[in-house]
């Protein structure tokens, strides 16, 4: 007769996996079992798997040991436990899992037509040219920033530092991702470095020509926000799926928690440590060409009818 | 002509100039001693600690014990009456509190009462005096002791918002409120400013004369904010209107046409980048009224600025170009006044068709917070008319009535005309 065994690690997932045949199956931490396992808390001889020919069925039997043996979801084995395919047994500090061969598995996925944009982004050659796009398009911005003749060499230097953030990324993922599923995955991590310093760069520059088109400073603010949270926890869920064995539902509330606590803490320094006589010591404005302008120009006449109630603002600070 | 010949020419006319010299130093001598004891330095004394927060001078007007001085040398116990007192130490030695009587915040004058009796006084000068006239100003400069100082006198400033007379003498901190006394002993301005150089000012002595008939004869204390609110209110009110009635003198400055010399007490200034690295050309012109009135601390007000800046490029793009006008797209702050004295601007972002072109203006506004009735305003506008021409306009005005401010706004907007 066969079965399967199968030694799960944290998280669930199968660390080794042995068929067996034969009608006694033995699992301990000797050498003569014929399932080994490493854990000082496993008795040599600890559990016995036995089959019945005449009623067809499995036995699992503890050897009356010292830490016993657990049916995950019902509590310790007391006497012989007629095994249905798929029952979990925790012993010492390990957890096994026995199926039949018979036992059903999932339907078969369909590979992905062409490779999914993991797999580009785990090339090493994607990430290098990430990393090269980074690096030009905040020279780029640098030389839009400049009023006088600049050298390519000297926007490249100033750009440079921008591109520490891929790299502290990386680090940081990849050593999870080391400890985390055995794998750094250092190319893919650099690669979502790239595109998260890119974005967040984006995202600023198009809340700030929003502010300015529509004269509205906290539009700015808002859509930074919101934007730098959804942007942070989309990564953040990147990273985690790459770098983690974590479930699905675990992940969202681990990123979501991160990106939003981040917002939330940035916004209350902002609002709590706003003092307006600080903030105004030197006021300065927003100030794009032209093109940006996404609303018409009041008349002088409506502009000044507006200022009525700038004047009543003042009334909040009456004592 | 023989050596001795010469010689004796010499001897003449040093022998001339003697008596003339000595006649002088006689006067300073004389005055000062004969009025040293009508001269009292003038104390704010801290309440809690009992030292001294702030020191001036000040000289009695009457036999009653009327001692005039000037009020940003009492200041600090206009704000606070209950924190502060007001002491004298006269030139004997003597001490005592003096209470105020009144101020005149605009010409910087303030009048107070001691209870010495038999005390001297000085006579106030009535009538004209003439440029060139030698005047000695008296007072206790830097708490070192009473001292004389003899200088001349030249009339009223020229083209001015608030009136002053211009004396060349040197007048040091702490000589404030003490008086410049004729060589009869006649009292001809008191003393209030300097600006180096020999260059000082002086309050014409008859803004002293209109506050002494002016003052209030009830004992009660009086609502100094309230007397403060009045003068300036009604400064602003005078000068503001009058602004306003005027035909404004407008000049270009590259292609927008601006305010400019606006009242005979505004003056501008000009000048243009001429930095060869950069890729843009700034022309500056900066108007302002280089006077302002004291209220305490970093507080000044009654004054205003208009700044222009033309912003010209070839080589550079409009993102490139707007970038450079960005970094220096701020409000201009008309005084450092804080917490104690004003709220907090508010702001009105908008952008405003300004003859026929599109602008982004930032009008922000402030209250004084024990002047309720006055008003900062500063504004800051930026042409977008074109990707490699622009204008940055800063123009600010400080204590200003809401009605006036409004006026001023729309004028000086309304004046700005891109030349199509």
Same mark, same amino acid.
């Given at each position: 007769m066969e079965i399967v065994v199968e030694v799960l690690a944290r998280h669930g997932r199968v660390r080794e996996r042995y068929k067996l045949s034969g009608a006694d199956i033995a699992i301990g931490r000797a050498y003569q079992n014929d399932v080994i396992i490493g =854990? $000082? *808390?496993?008795? %040599?001889?600890?559990l016995q798997l036995h089959y019945n020919a005449e009623d067809g069925c499995w036995r699992v039997v503890d050897q &009356?040991?010292?830490n016993g043996t657990f049916l995950v979801g019902t509590g310790r084995l007391r006497q012989p436990h007629i095994l249905r395919s798929g029952d979990e047994f925790d012993i010492g500090e390990s957890r096994i899992r026995v199926l039949l061969p018979q036992h059903e598995i999932a339907a078969t996925r369909r590979l $992905? &037509?062409?490779?999914?944009l993991a797999d580009y982004l785990a090339s090493p050659i994607t990430a290098v040219a990430l990393l090269i796009c980074t690096l030009g398009l905040f020279a780029f911005a640098q030389y839009l920033g400049q009023g006088k003749e600049t050298k390519l060499q000297e926007l490249l230097l100033e750009a440079l530092m921008f591109l520490a953030v891929p790299f502290v990324w990386a680090c940081v993922w990849g050593l999870i991702g080391r400890v985390a599923v055995h794998e750094a995955r250092f190319a893919f991590h650099l690669s979502m470095g790239s595109l998260l310093v890119v974005s967040l760069f984006a995202l600023a520059i198009s809340a700030e020509y929003l502010g300015f088109g529509f004269s509205n400073d906290n539009l700015t603010l808002w859509l930074e926000s919101l934007g730098e949270g959804v942007l942070v926890c989309a990564f953040l869920l990147g990273g985690l799926q790459m770098a983690t064995q974590m479930q699905r539902l675990r992940r969202w509330v681990v990123a979501n928690g991160i990106a939003w606590a981040l917002v939330g803490i940035t916004m209350l320094t902002y609002t709590v440590k706003s003092d307006p006589y600080e903030s105004q010591a030197s006021m300065s404005f927003a100030l794009k060409p032209p093109f940006a302008r996404l609303q018409a120009a009041t008349t002088q006449d409506d502009f000044m009818a507006g200022l009525g109630d700038t004047f009543a603002e003042l009334e909040q600070y009456a004592e | 002509m023989s050596l001795l010949r010469k010689l004796g020419v010499v001897v003449c006319a040093i022998l001339l100039a003697l008596p003339a010299w000595g006649r002088e130093t006689d006067d300073a001598n004389r005055l000062y001693e004969s009025h040293k004891d009508a001269i009292y330095q003038v104390r704010i004394i801290e309440k809690s600690s009992g030292n001294k927060a702030s020191i001036g001078s000040g000289f009695q007007i009457s036999a009653s014990g009327l001692v005039a001085s000037n009020y940003h040398v009492v200041a600090e116990a206009v704000k606070k009456p209950e924190g502060y007192l007001i002491e004298y130490l006269a030139s004997d030695g003597s001490k005592g509190n003096m209470r105020l009587l009144a101020v005149d915040v605009l010409h910087d004058l303030a009048l107070l009462q001691h209870e010495r009796t038999d005390a001297p006084w000085l006579d106030i000068h009535r009538g004209d005096i003439r440029k060139g006239t030698r005047i000695f100003s008296l007072g206790n400069p830097h708490d070192l002791g009473m001292t004389v100082v003899e200088g001349t006198y030249n009339g009223l400033v020229e083209h001015s918002l608030y009136e002053h007379v211009l004396i060349s003498g040197s007048l040091n901190p702490g000589m404030s409120g003490g008086p410049s006394i004729d060589r009869d002993g006649r009292v001809v301005g008191v003393n209030v400013s300097t600006a180096g150089n020999q260059i000082s000012f002086l309050v014409p002595v008859g803004y002293l004369e209109t506050l002494l008939q002016s003052r209030a004869q009830d004992d009660a204390p009086p609502d100094w904010n309230k007397i403060l609110e009045q003068q300036l209110l009604a400064h602003q009110d005078q000068y503001i209107s009058r602004l306003l009635d005027t035909e404004w003198k407008l000049e270009p400055l590259g292609e927008v046409t601006v305010p400019a +010399?606006?009242? %005979? *007490?505004v003056k501008c200034w000009g000048d243009k980048s =001429? =930095?060869? +690295?950069?890729?843009y050309q700034i022309t500056n012109r900066i108007c302002n009224v280089d006077e302002s009135l004291f209220l305490g601390g970093y507080f000044t007000t009654g004054s205003f600025r208009f700044q222009y800046q033309w912003f010209e490029t070839e080589k550079l793009n409009a993102v490139q170009f707007y970038s450079q006008l960005e970094s220096r797209f701020y409000l201009d702050m008309n005084n450092n006044a804080y917490k104690d004295d004003v709220t907090p601007y508010a702001c009105e972002s908008r952008f405003v068709e300004v003859g026929g072109q599109p602008w982004k203006v930032h009008w922000c506004v402030r209250q004084y917070k024990r002047f309720p009735a006055l008003h900062d305003v500063a504004v800051a506008m930026a042409s977008l008319a074109d990707n490699r021409k622009g204008m940055l306009v800063n123009f600010s005005v400080a204590g200003i009535s809401r009605d006036h401010a409004l006026q001023l706004t729309r004028r000086f907007i309304g004046a700005v005309q891109w030349k199509s």
């Open positions: =854990d $000082p *808390y496993v008795c %040599p001889l600890h &009356s040991t010292q $992905p &037509s062409g490779r999914v | +010399e606006i009242a %005979p *007490y =001429d =930095d060869k +690295e950069t890729l």
